[in-house]
């Protein structure tokens, strides 16, 4: 059997994307998502926040139109990303997005109406 690396998440944005320069005038975008789980033992157990990231400047044209609490389809691969720090070795592990595509845009709540007081 080969090997595989895909995933597919369905989660809402938990913050405004950031952008992040590179060498020369490249950027990655980075992003969060908050995805649900369905059988989640408890409220703490219930959700995972997964760090997701572009370097295809098609993909962030996109990414520049969304906002917090969008709901966001990505397909992508985990990477597991190593580097020095001045406490020593650090990693983290991201979704490389090969394509990330908006599917909801929530309506913006409506202020809440003051009662009337009565006479």
Not at 46 to 69: E, F, L
Request: hydrophobic share 35%; glycine share 8%.
């Amino acid at each position: 059997m080969e090997h595989v690396n895909e995933i597919v998440l369905v989660g809402r944005l938990s913050g405004e994307p950031e952008w992040r320069a590179l060498s020369g005038n490249d950027q990655v975008a980075v992003w969060r998502l908050i995805v649900e789980h369905r059988d989640a033992r408890s409220p703490q157990d219930g959700i995972d926040t997964i760090r997701c990231v572009s370097y295809d400047p098609t993909i962030q044209a996109g990414v520049r139109t969304w906002s917090h609490g969008d709901l966001i389809e990505v397909r992508g691969a985990l990477r597991h990303r190593f580097w020095r720090g001045p406490t020593g070795p650090r990693g983290l592990y991201e979704v490389e997005a090969a394509s990330a595509v908006l599917r909801l845009h929530p309506a913006p709540r409506e202020p809440a109406q003051k009662e009337d007081a009565m006479p």
